[in-house]
């Protein structure tokens, strides 16, 4: 049974508006969303996109998390291996100072671009690759807990502002090689289900069996990341879901074009091989009550108490209106 529900915000950008909007529409829709009952609202990381404009997770995050009270506020996530460990710990301090006890460091090791991007983040000859990521991740903990490591080269470097306690860290995956590294760590698991590909059940369980039990997490701890659309009709549902539809099947490059009537061709239909393989992603779109089943019964395979949900639309409206239906349907604020 789901307990909690959260959001992962990716800041669309629709067509005919603009970035800035849409950063605007997030920090409505954060406020929104602690009243209607939330327990967490997450941002996510992308570089050099028409479409989504949340670039700088640890910007945006201490924005929102200051236009609101209760609500958890985090990454989901920091592309880690862009950036120093060392200088990560320092942002995500000074959040959690500022915020203390509502700060989430979700981490991941995907570009969150093109190669060319990723270089350009990473520029120079120091920049790690994805190899490097289970020692960023050791060293990354070791600054937020104040514990460096006695042999290390960075023995006598703290992570400042100094605070009690830290950021709640969490590990994305979407494949088995991540969800292996959260084991090892003693790390909770978001599986992003809403991008995965391939035995995701089988994976969790894996990370489960094989977790190692950490001081701050003594048990291993799943939630899922997950694609939905709810509107007041499932007809309604499948005209506003049509948006992000559109929008996969063309690249995804530029912004979010507005919903289709029934039956029009997605773009680059003339080859549904490679259109398939662009929109043939986890996303469900329905009334309330059938993607609450849904999202139950998806939990449920899953063994997760708490969902995140990735909601992409044309119309801020719409998006609203979204999470509105769930957050009824789940009696959240009851």
Not at 43 to 58: F, K, M, N, R, T
Not at 185 to 213: C, K, M, N, S, T
Not at 231 to 255: C, I, L, Y
């Amino acid at each position: 049974m789901i307990c909690r529900l959260g959001v992962v915000d990716q800041s669309p950008v629709s067509v005919g508006s603009t970035p800035g909007q849409a950063l605007q529409n997030s920090i409505d829709l954060a406020q929104r969303c602690e009243v209607l009952g939330y327990h967490r609202y997450w941002l996510a990381e992308h570089h050099s996109s028409q479409a989504l404009a949340g670039s700088a997770p640890e910007v945006l995050t201490g924005r929102i998390a200051a236009a609101t009270n209760t609500i958890r506020v985090g990454s989901g996530g920091v592309m880690l291996t862009h950036y120093s460990a060392y200088k990560v710990a320092e942002q995500w301090r000074m959040l959690h100072a500022l915020f203390p006890h509502r700060i989430d460091l979700g981490l991941g090791r995907a570009p969150g671009s093109d190669q060319t991007t990723a270089a350009a983040l990473a520029k120079g000859p120091g920049a790690l690759s994805a190899e490097h990521y289970p020692a960023q991740l050791t060293e990354l903990t070791s600054f937020l807990r104040d514990e460096p490591n006695p042999a290390g080269p960075f023995r006598d470097v703290r992570a400042t502002p100094a605070a009690e306690g830290g950021p709640s860290m969490w590990l994305l995956a979407s494949s088995e090689g991540s969800a292996g590294i959260a084991a090892h760590l003693g790390l909770p698991l978001v599986w992003a289900h809403f991008i995965a590909h391939g035995p995701g059940q089988a994976i969790v369980d894996a990370y489960r069996e094989r977790y190692r039990p950490s001081e701050e997490f003594p048990h291993p701890t799943v939630m899922l990341a997950t694609g939905a659309i709810c509107a007041d009709t499932q007809q309604e549902a499948a005209f506003v879901a049509s948006s992000v539809q559109r929008w996969r099947a063309s690249g995804p490059t530029g912004p979010i074009p507005e919903p289709a009537p029934p039956g029009t061709p997605l773009p680059g239909s003339d080859n549904p091989l490679f259109v398939n393989q662009r929109v043939n992603k986890p996303l469900l779109h329905g009334a309330p009550e059938y993607v609450k089943d849904e999202l139950e019964s998806l939990a449920t395979s899953f063994g997760a108490e708490e969902v995140l949900l990735v909601t992409i639309t044309h119309d801020h409206a719409a998006r609203v209106r979204s999470y509105e239906l769930l957050a009824e349907a789940f009696e959240l604020t009851s």
